[in-house]
């Protein structure tokens, strides 16, 4: 199960870094907050669209459901981003 982890330098991730957890079945996202995280799952079958938006820096990976829900997990470098969306597609 591949673990991606957002770079600590981009924005909203200083001090706490979102995180993806992939595998076979399902997409874990991490937000880190003061108390904790907040996460999000989406299981493979219910991904609608995976795209990438990119800075000069780094990018964010964009995860769209059937059901019209939108995950932006931020902060990944740009390889790591091609990197999940080619696991996601």
């Known amino acids: 199960m591949p673990t ?3 770079h600590r330098l981009s924005s909203d ?3 706490f870094p979102d995180r993806l957890e992939i595998d076979a079945e399902k997409i874990t996202y991490f937000k880190g ?6 996460s999000s799952i989406i ?3 219910n991904v609608a669209s995976v ?3 990119s ?6 990976v964009i995860i769209e459901t059937i059901g ?3 995950v932006v ?4 470098k740009k390889s790591e981003a091609k990197t999940i969306v080619g696991l996601l597609t």
Do not use: C, H, P
Request: hydrophobic residues 40%; glycine residues 16%.
């Open 68 to 70: 019209g829900k939108r």
């Open 13 to 15: 991730n200083t001090l």
């Open 33 to 38: 907050n003061v108390f904790g995280y907040q």
């Open 73 to 76: 997990a931020s902060g990944f």
């Open 4 to 6: 991606f982890i957002a």
């Open 55 to 60: 800075g000069i820096f780094f990018a964010d």
């Open 43 to 45: 299981t493979r079958n």
């Open 51 to 53: 795209s990438i938006g």
